[in-house]
């Protein structure tokens, strides 16, 4: 009996699979060197410099006429900001940091007159200037205890002075130490060791502060908060979330495990101790705001699950079940008013597909036409900033493909959900209306990507989202993105198709709490219970299956990887919806 090509084919893999296997187990360095040799070939040690400033393809539009949103000016209470984007460079470095790039050191310049330097600016070498520093100026009239304050003395944080590091010249990063009271909230740069002057900067006083802490890795040798290693990290607040008051600057921090020449200075962040809403964008500048960066979302070409709304799902037979009364589902009604309203993911009900078998496959197939991006907005980091939440709708998540070694195999049935909703989130300034990120959600996290790197339709300040196969996870670019490690993890291909959702037309705002009334939220946002079942077969043999293919170590690595992934993803059980995420009120999740 002859045996069917797809088992040559399998076995060929199987035998591939083995080679690399050995490979790694027998030089567990064998990956790092390879990519280390193959990183030295693509530099061929060139210096990388910052030389050019990111700049939007299109000029910013002009706002609708509106209270203080984009207007240049916040007031925090007892402090007024505004947002410097403007900088000189002071110090570079070629060598270090993210992609081994180096990382350049900015002054802020061209301050209003009145406002005050509160540290400076760096950032990575790997992407265009587009920087951002909050600067402000004192609004008390109280003499004897005025928010802003010179600080007493500067300490040396760090110098180049002794290092091999490849350098323009040698620099001096220094912390501002402040009088009792008072905080500092970033550092300064110099190349000479003589101390800054003591009205570089300011120090603010400590009731408009809050807790700061170590975000993106800007520079060092090993970008960790625990390495022992000298490290410079962007900071953020401890606290965020839409009702959270302290405010992101846009300073460095720096962190060491030793070898300074000064303990670590405690930074802090400023606080909006007024949280007004009036910076926010009314109805008006929401709309110009969507119609400027909204992105076109495309999906893979070998989707077979497309998005649809919501509406389209309900209205062609999806079902709502109670538990206990399985048997006697009822239609959902089109605008999901016959949801249960309130309550908790307890598991008393769930949404289904149509039990009719021809019917089901159809509407698990999506209908891109009605697909439109749904909008979620709400104020961050203090009222500074707006988040725009765009949700995309799928009725279906297909099975997922495993990356084992340098081979893709088949699922099966793992990954395989009901009603699957996945997002970007557009992070805009409401001192300038400018778009500083993008979040793009992937499964459980996600990852944020800076406006210099993204990719935009040509003439434009609207970008391109990518949906993965079948899994819909949301990316900036095209390509292959696993989730996992080197060897073992969950493929997320990307691809553009002729199937696309252009959220800049096709939208539909259904959240603003900040606006009171001006937005009703649709029945459905408010239910709380699962939009699809709990799964209807054997996970664990379903896992097994597939491992049983694989040879040695990578049955272990493969089983272990996957202990580790979300329930969503294993399609253990369908997801809850937008309003029951946690980034809803909060900081999204990387």
């Known amino acids: 009996m002859d045996l069917c090509p797809r088992f040559y084919l399998l076995l060929f893999l199987l035998i591939l699979i083995n080679l690399v296997d050995h490979c790694v187990c027998q030089d567990p360095n064998f990956s790092n060197t390879y990519i280390h040799k193959l990183h030295i070939v693509n530099k061929r040690f060139q210096k990388l410099r910052i030389e050019s400033s990111f700049n939007f393809s299109a000029s910013s539009p002009v706002w609708p006429q509106g209270t203080g949103f984009a207007t240049g000016r916040i007031d925090f209470g ?61 609004k008390d009239s109280d003499a004897a205890s005025p928010a802003l304050k010179k600080p007493d003395d500067y300490a040396l944080v760090w110098s180049s002075k002794n290092l091999n590091v490849k350098e323009d010249t040698n620099g001096y990063i ?45 520079w060092g040798r090993e970008g960790g908060v625990d390495s022992d290693e000298f490290n410079i990290f962007d900071s953020r607040p401890v606290r965020k979330g839409k009702q959270a008051s302290a405010v992101s600057i ?49 999906t893979h070409p070998s989707e077979d699950y497309q998005p649809s709304s919501v509406e389209w799902f309900f209205s062609n037979g999806a079902l709502l079940f109670k538990k206990g009364e399985e048997s006697n589902p009822i239609q959902i009604d089109p605008k999901g008013s016959n949801l249960p309203s309130g309550g908790s993911n307890d598991g008393s009900y769930w949404i289904d597909f149509p039990t009719d078998k021809n019917t089901r496959e159809r509407v698990m ?22 988040d725009i939440a765009i949700w995309l709708f799928y009725p279906f998540n297909g099975g997922s493909w495993a990356k084992v070694g340098i081979v893709s195999i ?107 009334g001006a937005i009703v939220e649709p029945p459905w946002l408010n239910y709380a219970r699962k939009w699809g079942p709990i799964i209807a077969y054997d996970i664990v043999d379903e896992i ?24 969503e993803l294993l399609g253990e059980q369908g997801p809850t919806g937008p309003k029951m995420k946690r980034s809803w009120d909060g900081e999204e999740s990387k």
Not at 129 to 135: A, D, E, I, P, S
Not at 177 to 200: F, H, N, R, W
Request: charged share 20%; net charge neutral; glycine share 10%.
């Open 78 to 138: 007892g402090l007024t900001a505004t947002e410097i984007t403007t900088f000189n460079k002071v110090w570079a470095t070629y060598e270090g940091g993210p992609e081994n790039a180096g990382a350049t050191f900015f002054e802020p310049i061209e301050l209003p007159p009145g406002f005050s330097l509160l540290g400076y600016y760096a950032q990575p070498n790997n992407r265009p200037l587009f920087g951002r520093v909050v600067v402000a100026k004192d």
């Open 410 to 516: 088949p699922l099966g049935k793992i990954g395989e959900h009901v009603g699957d909703w996945e997002h970007v989130t557009l992070r805009i300034s409401n001192f300038n209306g400018y778009l500083r990120k993008v979040y793009f959600s992937q499964h459980a996290g996600g990852e944020w990507v800076h406006a210099s790197n993204l990719g935009y339709i040509e003439g434009t300040n609207r970008f391109f989202g990518y949906s993965s196969l079948h899994g819909h996870a949301t990316y900036p670019k095209p390509g292959s993105g696993a989730q996992g490690n080197e060897f073992v993890g969950i493929r997320n291909d990307t691809d553009k198709s002729d199937q696309m959702v252009d959220t800049n037309t096709s939208y539909t705002i259904i959240s603003a709490d900040y606006l009171g």
């Open 174 to 218: 220094w912390a501002p130490i402040p009088s009792d009271g008072y905080q500092a909230v970033g550092l300064v740069v110099t190349t000479t060791p003589e101390k800054p002057p003591l009205d570089k900067v300011m120090c603010v006083r400590s009731d408009l502060t809050s807790l700061c802490e170590t975000d993106e890795w800007v």
């Open 544 to 567: 097994h299956k597939v491992a049983d293919m694989l040879p040695g170590r990578l049955k272990n690595k493969f089983l272990k990887f996957t202990k580790s992934l979300p329930a």
């Open 250 to 298: 846009g300073t460095f921090m720096a962190r060491s495990g030793g070898g300074t020449t000064f303990d670590m200075p405690l930074l802090v962040c400023l606080k909006n101790i007024l949280k007004s809403y009036s910076y926010m964008p009314n109805l008006e500048q929401l709309n110009t705001l969507i119609k400027t960066y909204a992105p076109r979302i495309y």
């Open 365 to 386: 197939k999506g209908n891109i036409s009605s697909a439109t991006g749904y909008i979620h907005v709400k104020p961050m980091l203090g009222g500074t900033y707006t």
